[in-house]
């Protein structure tokens, strides 16, 4: 699935209210004096685009090219967010700029990785029909470029019902599918959308239907479905993932490592689902895309976008994904060991033939997973393995040997290397343990001066690949 996602950069359009989430940085070590309130020693400061911005900032991090329609105010909130857009290469033709408004910016004050404080500043004032007019007429000259619309509404007054319908009516026109992230208790506004994604207390709100289990959540989904005029119907179900119902209903769980903020979850599944749908998915692919991305941003602290890189690597972490995602190149390898090592994991490296995989090598796999939070195994190519083994070997072609590795729980990354020994690939890799089989005791083992440690794992007593072959033969005659 990742791998077909990464050759797109499709064109989304994303229209809504914008603001700047403002963060505050600090530590807490004692109760104020004057009042029975934390005081927070502010030690880092950040702004992030907000809002619909978040969902630009989660399509810009999964490489789509994106342009935003939307209203801000001659302030300094305003100046400072219209530069963000441009530095963010998002283009804005669509975007408006009001005297009277107040640019939304919302500040949180985040004491040892919790929030513990927001304060807002903004303008809820609906735009008017003649504002709406400008926006629909900008998006109109420009419109043949999208793949995508999305109208990201978080209630600030721009996306109101004569926009919204102006929109839809202008995407029906141009066959360009819309998906749209609601507020509030009527969704008729949202009418000829192709998706709504409420969340569960949104959809329960909008349809009066309290979802308790399956048949009531079905029950909403045909309702919002019906209503609006869907061609498919969403609920996102927070740490339960999604259900979708167009002619009968699917439940897509997610599996969260840890949460830690939920906080622009949202922004991410409909930007994750924008940039599937708009890539050529079906519905389904897309919604199991969403489920990764956001499951992603949870473990992280504050509004978070999903790379590309870090979905596969989460989908790994599941062993989830197909064998093909996990058998890299060098290259690939070397970027997705920077990534780790930048967070913190231990890399764990170990190489072989693997040929006719047996008892003993799943074993000597599963007791070098447990050195350390990523294993990486360096196959033998065919030319190697005859080298080392004779002519008559391997007996399975290096691409079938790396299926069946990267197929194993035990094991998240599989690279082919063609020389006899590893020696580059482990120089490449500098793990942190480095794991060969028993029968080294005593003996130089390549590449430990590239690792923090070396590890040695014994072999099950009579179990090896030559056996195999023997008893084999030894069977045919």
């Known amino acids: 699935m990742i791998e077909i996602f990464r050759a797109n950069k499709p064109n989304i359009l994303v229209i809504g209210d914008l603001m700047i989430d403002h963060y505050l940085w600090g530590g807490c070590e004692r109760i104020s004096p004057e009042a029975p309130v934390q005081v927070v020693d502010i030690k880092n400061e950040t702004t992030v685009l907000g809002g619909a911005g978040n969902v630009l900032n989660n399509l810009l991090a999964l490489g789509a090219r994106v342009g935003v329609a939307g209203v801000i105010g001659d302030d300094s909130n305003g100046r400072e967010l219209a530069l963000m857009l441009k530095s963010s290469g998002v283009q804005t033709e669509a975007l408006l700029c009001q005297k009277a408004r107040i640019t939304s910016r919302k500040s949180r004050i985040i004491a040892s990785n919790q929030q513990v404080l927001r304060y807002d500043k903004e303008s809820t004032t609906p735009i008017s029909n003649t504002d709406a007019d400008r926006i629909i007429a900008a998006i109109e000259k420009d419109i043949w470029l999208y793949d995508m619309i999305v109208i990201s509404d978080y209630a600030k007054g721009v996306v109101t019902p004569y926009l919204a319908q102006g929109i839809l009516s202008l995407s029906r026109r141009e066959q360009k ?159 997705i060991v920077r990534r780790a090592k930048a967070q913190g994991q231990r890399i764990v490296f170990t190489n072989g033939c693997f040929d006719i995989l047996h008892v003993g090598h799943v074993k000597y796999l599963q007791a070098a997973k447990h050195f350390g939070d990523l294993l990486i195994v360096g196959l033998n190519a065919d030319v190697s393995v005859r080298s080392l083994k004779g002519e008559s070997r391997p007996i399975n072609t290096q691409e079938d040997r790396a299926h069946v590795l990267a197929a194993l729980d035990a094991v998240d990354y599989v690279v082919i290397f063609s020389d006899e020994t590893p020696y580059e690939l482990i120089k490449m890799i500098a793990p942190h343990t480095l794991v060969k089989g028993g029968d080294y005791e005593g003996r130089d083992v390549v590449g430990t001066e590239f690792a923090h440690e070396l590890k040695l794992v014994p072999f099950v007593e009579g179990k090896s690949t030559s056996k195999t072959i023997e008893k084999i033969e030894g069977n045919r005659c």
Request: charged share 20%; proline share 2%.
């Open 177 to 335: 599918k819309v998906i749209v992230d609601p507020k509030g208790s009527d969704f008729s506004k949202y009418t000829g959308a192709y998706m709504l994604t409420p969340n569960k207390k949104e959809a329960v709100l909008a349809t009066g239907i309290d979802i308790v289990d399956d048949d009531s959540l079905k029950a909403a989904l045909m309702e919002l479905q019906s209503t609006c005029q869907l061609h498919t119907s969403m609920v996102t179900l927070s740490e339960e993932g999604l259900a979708l119902y167009d002619d009968h209903l699917r439940h897509f769980p997610t599996v969260a490592r840890e949460i830690y903020d939920v906080t622009g979850a949202g922004d991410t599944v409909i930007a994750s689902l924008a940039f599937a749908l708009a890539s050529g998915s079906s519905v389904d692919m897309a919604a199991q895309f969403a489920n990764y991305a956001a499951a992603v941003v949870v473990g992280k602290v504050g509004s978070a976008t999903a790379t590309m890189d870090e979905i596969e690597m989460y989908v790994s972490s599941l062993h989830q994904s197909d064998s093909q995602t996990r058998i890299k190149s060098f290259d690939a390898i070397d970027a």
